[in-house]
């Protein structure tokens, strides 16, 4: 069992930069693959990053690459999201998710056994 809790979002004009953090509590925070996902109002929730146990791989939603940087501390049980030169089709809530799954899709939501509250990302023109 795992908690996770997310913080760093605002608001931002296009250009402007955001960090994302997720912390991570209840069991072994490096034992899980962590992930990103966004969900823009009336639109499916997405796969925005994703980084393997012990941070040896990372994953990036295409429309992300090279803007967005996944990272991980684990001494402090914390997962990260840099987010630079936003755009307002970034405009989402953000939400942190983990897995203890090694198998299966990072983008898919069905990867993924618990999820935060999320926080909101609003960046205008």
């Known amino acids: 069992q795992v908690q996770l809790v997310e913080s760093g979002g605002g608001s931002v004009q296009a250009g402007g930069s955001l960090r994302l953090s997720c912390v991570a509590s209840g069991s072994t925070y490096w034992s899980y693959y962590m992930g990103w996902f966004r969900q823009a109002p009336g639109r499916e929730r997405e796969g925005v990053a994703a980084?393997?146990?012990?941070?040896?791989?990372?994953h990036y939603a295409d429309s992300v690459k090279g803007r967005f940087t996944v990272s991980q501390d684990n001494a402090k049980n914390t997962l990260y999201l840099e987010m630079n030169s936003l755009k307002p089709e970034d405009t989402a809530m953000y939400y942190c998710a983990a897995s203890k799954s090694g198998a299966g899709s990072w983008s898919s939501e069905a990867f993924y056994a618990y999820w935060g509250q999320g926080t909101q990302v609003t960046v205008s023109s």
């Open positions: 980084i393997s146990r012990g941070g040896g791989s990372t």
